[in-house]
Every structure is written in C-alpha cells, then in structure tokens.
Nanobody, 123 residues
C-alpha cells in the first residue's frame, strides 16, 4: 500500500510562488511514476505534471510549462512542485498521485492519491 500526503498549499497573490510537497510512504518507488493533478471549483480534475521516479524524466501540461517545476528527493521519498508566477487560474486543489510503471497524463491510470492541498491565487 502507498500513502501520499501533500502539503504546502495556501493563499498567495498573482505572481507569487509556492512549493508543494508530496511525502510518499509504504514501499520503494523505483518503478513508480508520480504525478500532480489539480481540480478547480466546478471543473474536472486535470493533469499538471508527472515525473518518472528513477530517471527523473518529466512531462508538463502546456498551461504550466515554464512556470512549474517538479522534482523528487529519493532519500525522503518526497516529490515537490515548485510553482512560480502563479496566476488566478492556477487556483485549485492540488493532488499528488502515484502509479507503478510509466507515467501518463490520465488520472484514471493512477492508483494512489493524496488528500489534496488547496492553492488559492488572488488577483
């Protein structure tokens, strides 16, 4: 079993930065992919970024490319999402997810989810 716990959300102004963390526990993650998704009020949950745990290969949604950066700390089993130049449209609950195997952009492919952390960006 895998447990994921997100932290780091908050209320910021447009142009500010935040760093989200996703602490993973339960097993080794050498064959896992980790992803960040977000869900804004009244909208479907959408893909933000994913990382292949072993190689560090990353893939970003167009909407965050160049502003968000995903990274991981193998020793701490933690994935980070550095979010810069935040915009009001980035307001959402951000979820960390994990799956064994290659990463995908489809939320249905992920087996494990955190509880989410709220990010609110005011204009």
């Amino acid at each position: 079993q895998v447990q994921l716990v997100e932290s780091g959300g908050g209320l910021v102004q447009a142009g500010d930065s935040l760093r989200l963390s996703c602490a993973a526990s339960g097993r080794t993650f050498s064959s896992y992919a980790m992803g960040w998704f977000r869900q804004a009020p009244g909208k479907e949950r959408e893909f933000v970024v994913a990382i292949r745990w072993t190689s560090g290969y990353t893939y970003y949604a167009d909407s965050v490319q160049g502003r968000f950066t995903i990274s991981r700390d193998n020793a701490k089993k933690t994935v980070y999402l550095q979010m810069n130049n935040l915009k009001p449209e980035d307001t959402a609950v951000y979820y960390c997810a994990a799956r064994q195997g290659e990463f995908t952009t489809r939320l249905v492919d992920y087996d494990y989810w955190g509880q989410g952390t709220q990010v609110t960006v005011s204009s």
